[in-house]
């Protein structure tokens, strides 16, 4: 069955450091997504991504984020300074045209 | 957005039914109801959507009355291995392309030997 995977499992960052985080969503899937979930809280929506261009995003997903779809397959969350409460589970997302959004196993952010 | 009210927890013993209810007083009238699972340190799995009356799958089913604000998840004869987080989110169903899941806390659900 085919799925989202997400590169790598567990980064570990200095605060002020760049980060990517990297996902690959099922194939011929339209819309992607990140998510993340800070210890012990909601899931939360930052940013979804369609035809190669941001479709909604959150306050969370502040200018220190950006999104990019690189080639075909990859789809990349960047932190560009990254601060102590970015530590969290980052998830990436991927759906065809319907509702059900497919997860992938998520990156453990932790920034010291 | 609707806003959902579901138990912060349950717990039941392995083998028993288990029914999970989910409070969306102003649900829109093109919202669905959508649940999803997760597991410690995975992400949300898709379980089930309905829009109204009953849908079932291979692992739930979902009882939605007819004034639609509430609905129920039911899981027959739970494992361990179900114990886990339950999402209940309501909104655009299916074809509704780009949107985004609103979760809220959840119902841990922990299944006892």
């Known amino acids: 069955e085919p799925e989202v995977t997400q590169t790598p499992s567990h980064q570990v960052t200095q605060m002020g450091q760049e980060v990517i985080l990297r996902c690959v969503p099922i194939s011929n899937h339209l819309y992607f997504y990140w998510y993340r979930q800070i210890l012990g809280q909601k899931v939360e929506f930052l940013v979804s991504f369609y035809n190669n261009e941001i479709s909604e995003k959150s306050e969370i997903f502040d200018d220190q984020f950006s999104v990019e779809r690189p080639d075909g397959s990859n789809f990349t969350l960047k932190i560009r300074s990254t601060k102590l409460e970015d530590s969290a589970m980052y998830f990436c997302?991927?759906?065809?045209?319907?509702?059900?959004?497919?997860f992938g196993p998520g990156t453990r952010l932790t920034v010291l | 957005l609707a806003k959902t009210t579901q138990p912060i927890s349950m717990d039941s013993y392995e083998g028993q039914e288990v029914n999970i209810t989910c409070s969306h007083n102003?649900?829109?009238?093109?919202?669905?109801i959508t649940w999803y699972q997760q597991f410690p340190s995975q992400g949300p799995r898709f379980i089930i959507q309905?829009?109204?009356t009953k849908v079932t799958n291979e692992v739930a089913s979902l009882f939605i009355p007819a004034d639609r604000k509430s609905s129920t998840l039911s899981l027959p004869r739970v494992s361990l291995s179900d114990t886990a987080v339950y999402y209940c989110?309501?909104?655009?169903?299916?074809?509704?392309?780009?949107?985004?899941?609103?979760f809220g806390k959840g119902t841990k659900l922990s299944v006892i030997p």
């Open positions: 989110l309501v909104g655009p169903g299916s074809g509704a392309g780009s949107y985004q899941l609103t």
């Open positions: 997302a991927s759906t065809p045209v319907y509702n059900e959004q497919f």
């Open positions: 102003n649900i829109a009238t093109n919202d669905y």
């Open positions: 309905g829009y109204k």
